[in-house]
C-alpha cells in the first residue's frame, strides 16, 4: 500500500512539475510580447519627436529595405486574426496600451498559478519523503 502511494505521489509531482515548466515557457511568451509592445509604443514616440523622413524598413530574417516614411500620423495596426487597419497615431497607442495592460494582467496570473503549483509541488515532496522514510 505505502509503495502504490509513493508512486502516485511521484507521478502526481512528475505532472505538476510539468504543468509548472508548461506555464514558465508560456510566461516567457507573455514576456516576450510586453517587450514587443513596449517597443512599438517606444518607437511611435520617436516617431512624434524626431518626425523622420526616412527609415529602415525591415523585410524579414534580418533585412530592411531604406524606405520613405510620408506619414507619420497614421499607422496600419493588427486588430487580430490576421486583420490590419488604419488607426490614427493616438489611437495605435491607445490599442497597444490596452494590449499591454492585458499581456500585464495574463502574466500575473500566469506567475500566481505557477507560485500555488510550487507551494503543491513542495507538499507533495515533503509528503513523499515521508513515505520513503
Not at 502511494?5 to 514558465?24: D, G, H, I, S, T
Not at 523585410?59 to 510620408?70: A, D, R
Not at 488607426?87 to 494590449?99: F, G, P
Request: hydrophobic share 40%.
Amino acid at each position: 500500500m505505502k509503495k502504490e502511494e509513493l508512486q502516485k505521489k511521484v507521478l502526481r509531482f512528475q505532472v505538476m512539475e510539468a504543468n509548472l515548466k508548461a506555464l514558465e515557457e508560456r510566461a516567457q511568451l507573455v514576456t516576450q510580447r510586453l517587450e514587443d509592445i513596449q517597443r512599438t509604443i517606444l518607437a511611435i514616440n520617436d516617431l512624434e519627436k524626431t518626425k523622420p523622413n526616412s527609415a529602415l524598413i525591415p523585410i524579414g530574417s534580418g533585412n530592411f529595405v531604406q524606405g520613405k516614411i510620408e506619414n507619420t500620423e497614421e499607422m496600419i495596426v493588427d486588430v487580430g486574426s490576421g486583420v490590419f487597419i488604419k488607426k490614427k497615431k493616438d489611437e495605435a497607442k491607445e490599442i497597444l496600451e490596452e494590449r499591454l495592460k492585458e499581456f500585464e494582467k495574463l502574466l500575473q496570473e500566469i506567475s500566481t498559478s505557477a507560485q500555488a503549483i510550487l507551494v503543491e509541488l513542495e507538499k507533495i515532496q515533503e509528503e513523499i519523503r515521508k513515505l520513503q522514510a
